[in-house]
Nanobody, 123 residues
Framework: QLQLVESGGGLVQPGGSVRLSCSVS????????TTWFRQAPGKEREGVSC????????YYADSMKGRFTISRDNTWNTVYLQMDSLKPEDAAVYYC????????????????WGQGTRVTVSS
């Protein structure tokens, strides 16, 4: 009944841009905090950005601020992550997750996850 599906990943050159989408079904998106996480091979899963029920926004690392933009479209129940000026270290599987609480950058606090979409940054 609760489902999140990510899309939009793929191969992009350094300095390029990509927009990821997270389509949500089974609950009303605007009543949940929704967070993008990412995980690179051999590294821990880290929080990228969260948008809260009240449209508050958090970016969890200074390196992402100014390059990444989170937004949502309540009509289509979709959360987006626009990523610009991509760097090789941004390559990872990107996941969206939701919780009926305030934003958290700790993946252990989330019960609802998508399957992930892979972003590869390479020349």
């Amino acid at each position: 009944q609760l489902q999140l599906v990510e899309s939009g990943g793929g191969l992009v050159q350094p300095g390029g841009s990509v927009r990821l989408s997270c389509s949500v079904s089974g609950f009303t998106l605007e009543y949940y905090a929704t967070t993008w996480f990412r995980q690179a091979p051999g590294k821990e899963r880290e929080g990228v950005s969260c948008i809260s029920q009240s449209d508050g926004i958090i970016y969890y690392a200074d390196s992402m601020k100014g390059r990444f933009t989170i937004s949502r479209d309540n009509t289509w129940n979709t959360v987006y992550l626009q990523m610009d000026s991509l760097k090789p270290e941004d390559a990872a599987v990107y996941y969206c997750a939701a919780r009926f609480h305030d934003c958290s950058g700790d993946s252990r606090h989330y019960a609802y996850w998508g399957q992930g979409t892979r972003v590869t940054v390479s020349s």
